[in-house]
C-alpha cells in the first residue's frame, strides 16, 4: 500500500478528516476531533502511526519487522508501521480500521435530541395539541 492509498482509505472512514496541525511533514486523520491515524510525509520509506488495543499492538510488533512502537506517541497505544514492506495490504486495512473503531468507540455518546417529554406533552402531540 502506498501513501495515495493509505490517505485514500483513511478518507474512506465514515466522518474522517485530514489535517496538518504539526505542520507540513505530518498528515492527521481524525475522527470526531481524535486522531486515529498520523502519516510521515517525508519519511522514506513511508510509515503511519495507528493506535491500536495494547495486547494487539504487542502482537503485532511480533508478527511484522515494520511494525514498531509508535514514534512520538503512546508506545503501548499506538504502533508505528511501514506500509511499502511486507505488511499485506488486508492486514494494513484491518490496522487502519481497529484504530478508527478505538477512536470511535471513545467517543462521547451524542445525546438525544430534545430532551424526554413529559407524558403529558407526548400524549398531546400524539392528539396533535400543541
Given at each position: 500500500?502506498?501513501?495515495?492509498?493509505f490517505?485514500?482509505?483513511c478518507l474512506?472512514?465514515?466522518?474522517?478528516?485530514?489535517?496538518?496541525?504539526f505542520?507540513p511533514?505530518?498528515?492527521?486523520?481524525?475522527?470526531?476531533?481524535?486522531?486515529?491515524?498520523?502519516?510521515?510525509?517525508?519519511?522514506?520509506?513511508?510509515t503511519?502511526n495507528?493506535?491500536?488495543?495494547?495486547?494487539?499492538?504487542?502482537?503485532l510488533?511480533d508478527?511484522?519487522?515494520?511494525v514498531?512502537?509508535?514514534?512520538?506517541?503512546?508506545?503501548?497505544?499506538?504502533?508505528?508501521?511501514?506500509i511499502?514492506?511486507s505488511?499485506?495490504?488486508?492486514?494494513?486495512?484491518r490496522?487502519?480500521?481497529?484504530?478508527?473503531?478505538?477512536?470511535?468507540?471513545?467517543?462521547?455518546?451524542?445525546?438525544?435530541?430534545?430532551a424526554?417529554?413529559?407524558?403529558?406533552?407526548?400524549?398531546?402531540?400524539?392528539r396533535?395539541?400543541?
Amino acid at each position: 500500500m502506498d501513501l495515495a492509498q493509505f490517505r485514500e482509505y483513511c478518507l474512506s472512514k465514515s466522518r474522517a478528516t485530514e489535517s496538518l496541525p504539526f505542520g507540513p511533514d505530518v498528515l492527521v486523520f481524525k475522527v470526531g476531533g481524535k486522531m486515529f491515524a498520523l502519516a510521515a510525509l517525508d519519511e522514506v520509506p513511508t510509515t503511519v502511526n495507528l493506535k491500536c488495543d495494547p495486547d494487539l499492538a504487542l502482537d503485532l510488533r511480533d508478527r511484522f519487522e515494520q511494525v514498531r512502537p509508535g514514534y512520538h506517541m503512546n508506545k503501548k497505544h499506538w504502533n508505528t508501521v511501514q506500509i511499502e514492506g511486507s505488511v499485506p495490504d488486508s492486514e494494513l486495512r484491518r490496522m487502519i480500521d481497529h484504530s478508527y473503531d478505538l477512536v470511535v468507540k471513545s467517543l462521547p455518546k451524542p445525546r438525544a435530541k430534545g430532551a424526554a417529554r413529559s407524558r403529558r406533552s407526548s400524549t398531546a402531540a400524539r392528539r396533535g395539541r400543541h
